[in-house]
């Protein structure tokens, strides 16, 4: 099994450009989530998708949008990057509601805007 | 507001010495806890959970977890760390109230020397 799987795993922007972060997970899980990950703050919770055609902003939401394509994708867009969006950033999976919380990752991608 | 708070950002050990790392939440209420580790290079992976019943929970590789309820807390202990053992370590809270949200400690760097 892949788990859950990121792409691209590296990549360079320039200010104001756009990109596209994707998801997929191949373990028919109902919630997903992205975090972007920045040193001495732990991971922040961007977005999250309870299930399949719901969205809600987590703590840091403010220049990204994000889609729930189906059940297994769950991409991230940056309309108009900017530097302080220079992080790692993370999709997780997670069960349905029993599985209370845990979290599969993805093996993270490293977004640098220059 | 929910936080978690993880009070030692960097911890250097030598070998076969003793381990504990603090983890406290903001309020109460039914919650689910969580210790992640991130190895150099790798994604988070899932190193214990609590979710009810016994509150010392053991994990993989001789980690083990107490929550202490009355004190918002759920250290993390090890009796005698690796090298191995070097990595970061996050504290995340799952509050049964926002069930679909995992909050994120800052994170404790251990650096285990030989």
């Known amino acids: 099994n892949a788990g859950v799987t990121q792409t691209p795993k590296f990549q360079v922007l320039k200010t104001g450009q756009s990109m596209t972060l994707q998801c997929a997970q191949d373990m028919n899980h109902n919630s997903m989530y992205w975090y972007r990950q920045d040193p001495g703050m732990g991971l922040r919770l961007i977005y999250y998708s309870a299930s399949e055609g719901t969205t809600d902003k987590g703590e840091v939401p403010n220049g990204y949008n994000v889609s729930r394509l189906n059940k297994r994708e769950f991409s991230l867009r940056l309309e108009s990057a900017a530097p302080s969006q220079t992080s790692v950033y993370f999709c997780?999976?997670?069960?349905?509601?029993?599985?209370?919380?845990?979290?599969?990752f993805g093996e993270g991608s490293r977004l640098t805007v220059l | 507001a929910q936080s978690v708070s993880q009070h030692n950002h960097h911890v250097i050990l030598s070998e076969a010495a003793s381990l504990e790392l603090g983890c406290n939440y903001s309020?109460?209420?039914?919650?689910?806890l969580f210790w992640y580790v991130q190895y150099p290079g790798q994604h988070l992976q899932l190193l214990l959970k609590?979710?009810?019943?016994?509150?010392l929970v053991k994990g993989i590789k001789g980690f083990e977890a107490e929550f202490i309820k009355s004190k918002f807390s759920f250290n993390l202990r090890k009796p005698s760390v690796q090298w191995s053992d070097t990595a970061e370590y996050f504290c995340?809270?799952?509050?049964?109230?926002?069930?679909?949200?995992?909050?994120f400690g800052s994170g404790t760097r251990l650096l285990v020397r030989p």
């Open positions: 609590y979710f009810s019943g016994d509150p």
């Open positions: 997780a999976s997670s069960p349905p509601r029993g599985g209370t919380g845990e979290l599969f």
């Open positions: 309020y109460g209420g039914t919650v689910n």
């Open positions: 995340a809270v799952n509050w049964m109230d926002s069930s679909y949200k995992l909050i």
